[in-house]
């Protein structure tokens, strides 16, 4: 081999080498904060909303000092919504040495990620709603919204007791999200005595839902339940509404989020949802979150957002209790912790962790009225009857 | 029964969407060889275009001419100068290819420049409902099926009785038979490439409002573009139309009572079945193999 | 010549073993996948760059091999015992496929196969009581060799390339021998090969079939990687990823499948500095790259040669023409 070719294979080599592998961590001067967020994909609305409120939270909290005195490094990546992905980002985050993971958002992708956390021993906060997430066994995961579990027996409680509905048609997207809701709601509707007369599937992305509201018509149900995803539901709400149907429509948040009012139009109006999270609950620290997050990012933040702030917040509470950064110790002081919003104003409203990593909070049960999200009624939290 | 109708006509209303873009794909193929992965993303630019234009304070038809005239500079000579003319001649992969990457570079640089959430657009109708015999129709779907179905039988009236369109047909059919007739072939096909745009951004005007503006709309649109091209005849222009109305129509009807699960099988099952079995599409001509 | 593309082989060898313990299990992980998509898009090379179909539904395929192999370990059967049990399913499957799809012309067998790939997706997604549906198989174990366990990042790589290797030889074997040639001449004019006596029909099935034993193959090692499969990494849009790669690569070139899976697992990595962008400007150097190299980037060293050659040509030429007007 002659010397040019020589040193032109190792310069290939090197620059090969060179583009492979990582950077090295960096000094301990910070928190690390390591971000799996769906900016692209089926779950790019969410992953961004999640991710906006988690940098609103670390902004915030590096204004004020940090947390034990040391700054926080929000670290972003995209999971494109492939759980895949987001398994090698876990992995990535982990070897970056992240204190703390949050994210994803979406259901599929953190079943898969969490492994990695887990094994890692990192606390990882999602948003994803799926219940078996905190079924797994798993001591690092922890939610910022209500688990499907918990959430289902409410909205079964309002369709028994507030509509006196017997018999109720359910419309669900075909993912792990609506399955599991559908999964969850018809168990919980069956435990109130009400009869499910219709299930009904629709997939992710659809965008003519004249068959499945022609079903849901003719099922001759009392009420129905629809539980899809942000502009799925905005189509099935217009479609509804074309089709003149005019039974009650209940949902949980992704009904009558604000994306959804905004997409829908009129034909949102008079649909009610259980709601976990909404910044247009009456509690004055929700109402500053939303003027900051209209401040910061010039749109009216979702329900993801809120989860992304108060998960932040959880986390400093935490640490702070904990008195040390301490990644085992930390997950341990999250379960059975109680954080009120008087105490730390970023939850936003309080909320106790238990033992699973799943949170308990109040909650709301919202009538979209006149373009708006209305509170109709606060439920308290599960165990405080 | 009503439901039935009711189904059948959501399905005519989303077949003609499809038709729009499977007939601008249609003639690109037949004029140039070009077959266009970006199609759908050729839809979803313009509508953007006008989102942008909208926000500048133009009312919508202003901001719709205005994004034709960007259309056809951009996804018409633009394209056709910087990409179709200098891979055509490598055969069809190296287009395929770039069409492809174009498409993935549309879409994500839509997501990152613009936003990854989803639009509402003004639609063209106002918000009426028609109760016909039981079967609830709104003014918008007349209305797009009106202009889909204008759109179409004008560009085959155009091909077929002016000067220019036969031209143009004629490059499809053999371009060195044409360029002999003295017919200027470059220009015909940037014709076809404007056509094309042209006809994008009337899709993108009738099928925004219900399909909402977002990054990604161009993907399924895209897909269905090309069943209801192939289903209806790669290489005739009414063929679009048919296949289009196939498309939406099985879709709603499998949905309703086959399973909506599988409701995307059964445009594909059609799709296969021509494919295997008439390839050239139900209204096309059988394409010879040149030795 | 020989001896850059010696040291070239000599470079890629070196990186493919001596890198991976240098890095940590991120770092890995993606050298493994890109071993992966190597494998599978070796197959695809074989059909569409070698003879000459057009294939949009690789990804399959992949997914079948990758469910067949996820299914029968949750039913209690080994990885070694899933892996020909998925190879045969591919090859069965894809000859299937073939039979009636290979009559048509090529551009129709693209749409045929994209057909085929969204339908096997549906499936994946509906049929719960078998896949999982959306929510896909977890926990899928990593098989063990001869004893040895290999759930480790770091054990399983070199696995997985051992694996692409013995493939890739397998390749090599193949296409230097008459069935190789017979394939060449399927991809540069069926129609003259046909009356030369090759019996189109069945190489273009077996071309198309092995391609797809090969995605098999790549699907159930990626079963094992990931540890979770679901039908997302299957669709139409992973099968145009894989194309893209073959093409990128250079279609027909032996080692294009190595660049392409590099250009198409790595690239994105290494963009990841560029924040949302990544995917667009991905997307921006993918057109690039065909209007610049068409056939591939693994036809730069033929493209210097053709110049050299016409640039000698031309200067002999000259020469000549001196030589006659003197």
């Known amino acids: ?385 | 029964m009503t439901d039935f109708l009711q189904l059948v006509f959501s399905g005519f209303a989303t077949g003609g969407i499809y038709a729009l873009a499977a007939l601008g794909f249609t003639l690109l193929w037949q004029a140039s060889g070009t077959i266009n992965f970006a199609q759908g993303e050729f839809v979803m630019l313009p509508a953007f275009a006008m989102l942008g234009f909208a926000a500048f304070g133009a009312p919508l038809p202003v901001a719709f001419l205005l994004t034709c005239v960007v259309a056809v500079g951009v996804l018409g000579w633009a394209f056709k100068r910087g990409i179709a003319d200098p891979l055509l001649r490598f055969g069809l992969m190296p287009i395929v290819v770039a069409t492809i990457g174009l498409a993935i570079a549309a879409r994500n640089g839509v997501r990152a420049g613009y936003s990854a959430e989803a639009h509402s657009f003004p639609s063209l109708f106002a918000d009426k409902l028609f109760n016909i015999a039981g079967v609830t129709i709104t003014l918008a779907d007349l209305g797009t099926l009106a202009i889909a179905l204008a759109l179409v039988l004008g560009t085959q009236a155009f091909l077929g009785k002016t000067v220019t369109g036969r031209a143009m047909q004629a490059v499809a059919q053999n371009t060195e038979s044409a360029t002999v007739l003295g017919i200027n072939v470059p220009r015909m096909v940037f014709y076809t490439f404007a056509i094309n745009a042209l006809l994008a951004c009337a899709a993108a005007l009738l099928v925004t409002p219900t399909y909402l503006a977002k990054f990604d709309m161009g993907e399924s649109l895209g897909n269905k573009a090309f069943f209801a091209a192939i289903i209806g005849g790669f290489n005739n222009s009414r063929g679009a139309l048919l296949g289009g109305v196939i498309v939406g129509v099985c879709e709603n009807l499998a949905a309703a009572y086959i399973s909506p699960a599988y409701k995307d099988a059964v445009a594909l099952v059609i799709f296969m079945a021509v494919i295997l079995f008439k390839p050239q599409g139900l209204l096309g001509r059988k394409v010879e193999r040149k030795v | 010549m020989k001896n850059l593309r010696f040291g070239v082989l000599l470079a890629i060898g070196l990186l493919l073993l001596a890198v991976p313990p240098l890095l940590k299990n991120y770092g890995i992980y993606l050298f493994t996948t890109w071993l992966v998509f190597v494998i599978a898009t070796m197959g695809l090379n074989l059909t569409i760059g070698y003879a000459g179909q057009k294939s949009l539904g690789h990804a399959a395929f992949f997914g079948i091999g990758a469910y067949t192999v996820a299914i029968l370990m949750k039913a209690g059967f080994s990885w070694w015992f899933g892996l020909p049990v998925a190879m045969l399913g591919c090859f069965g499957i894809g000859l299937a496929l073939g039979f009636p799809a290979l009559r048509v012309q090529t551009i129709y067998l693209a749409f045929a196969t994209l057909g085929f790939n969204t339908l096997v997706w549906l499936v994946m997604r509906n049929e719960e009581w078998l896949t999982g549906g959306t929510f896909g198989i977890n926990n899928i174990a990593r098989p063990a060799l001869f004893g040895l366990p290999l759930t480790a990042a770091l054990p399983y790589y070199y696995f997985v390339l051992g694996i692409t290797v013995l493939l890739g030889a397998l390749l090599w074997k193949l296409l230097h021998s008459p069935w190789g040639k017979a394939f060449t001449a399927l991809r540069d004019n069926p129609i003259r090969a046909e009356s030369l006596g090759i019996h189109i029909q069945a190489y273009t099935l077996l071309a198309f079939a092995i391609g797809a034993v090969y995605a098999g193959i790549a699907g159930a090692l990626f079963a094992s990687l990931v540890e979770f499969i679901e039908p997302a990494p299957f669709t139409v849009g992973a099968s145009i990823m894989m194309y893209l790669m073959v093409v990128v690569g250079g279609a027909g070139y032996f080692f294009g499948p190595l660049l392409g899976s590099a250009v198409g697992v790595l690239l994105p990595e290494w963009l990841r500095f560029a924040q949302g962008w990544y995917l667009f400007v991905f997307g921006s150097a993918v057109v690039m790259l065909m209007l610049w190299l068409p056939d591939g980037l693994l036809s730069i060293p033929d493209r210097i040669r053709g110049r050299r050659r016409a640039r000698d040509a031309s200067a002999a030429r000259a020469a000549a023409a001196a030589k006659i007007g003197a």
């Open chain 1, 1 to 385: 081999m002659t010397t040019k070719t020589l040193r032109r294979t190792l310069l290939a080599a090197a620059t090969l080498l060179a583009l492979t592998v990582p950077t090295l961590a960096q000094a301990q001067a910070t928190i690390k904060i390591a971000g799996l967020y769906e900016l692209s994909g089926a779950g790019a609305s969410a992953g961004t909303n999640f991710k906006n409120g988690v940098d609103m939270a670390v902004k915030e909290i590096n204004a004020a000092g940090g947390i034990l005195g040391k700054k926080l490094e929000h670290g972003i990546s995209d999971t494109q919504t492939n759980p895949g992905v987001a398994k090698g980002l876990a992995t990535k985050a982990v070897d970056d040495g992240a204190f703390a993971v949050f994210g994803p958002v979406f259901s599929g992708s953190i079943m898969v990620s969490m492994a990695e956390t887990k094994r890692a021993e990192v606390p990882n906060f999602t948003g994803g709603e799926a219940a078996a997430i905190t079924k797994q066994g798993n001591p690092y995961v922890f939610r910022t919204s209500f688990t499907q579990d918990t959430a289902m027996p409410k909205v079964a409680r309002y369709i028994a007791g507030g509509l006196k509905a017997k018999t109720v048609a359910v419309m669900y997207v075909n993912n792990d999200f609506g399955k599991g809701g559908r999964d969850s709601i018809t168990k919980a509707l069956t435990d109130a005595g009400i009869k499910v007369v219709a299930d009904i599937s629709t997939d992710s992305g659809q965008i003519d839902f004249s068959a499945p509201v022609l079903k849901a018509k003719s099922a001759n149900a009392d009420a129905l339940f629809v539980y899809t995803n942000e502009e799925e539901s905005a189509r099935a709400l217009r479609e509804l509404r074309k089709q003149g149907y005019n039974k009650p429509i209940v949902g949980e948040t992704t009904l009558t989020g604000q994306k959804v009012i905004e997409l829908a139009g009129d034909a949102a109006n008079g649909a009610v949802a259980h709601v976990g999270l909404t910044v247009d609950a009456p509690n004055p620290l929700m109402l500053k979150f939303k003027a900051n997050f209209y401040q910061n990012y010039k749109y009216i933040s979702d329900h993801n957002g809120i989860k992304g702030y108060t998960g932040v917040y959880a986390l400093k509470a935490a640490i702070e209790k904990a008195g040390k950064l301490d990644r085992v110790a930390v997950a341990k002081t999250l379960h059975g912790l109680s954080i009120s919003a008087a105490k730390v104003p970023g939850v936003l409203m309080d909320l106790s962790f238990d033992n699973n990593g799943d949170l308990d909070r109040e909650s709301f049960i919202v009538e979209v009225k006149a373009g708006k999200q209305e509170v109709k009624e606060v439920l308290p939290p599960l165990n405080r009857k």
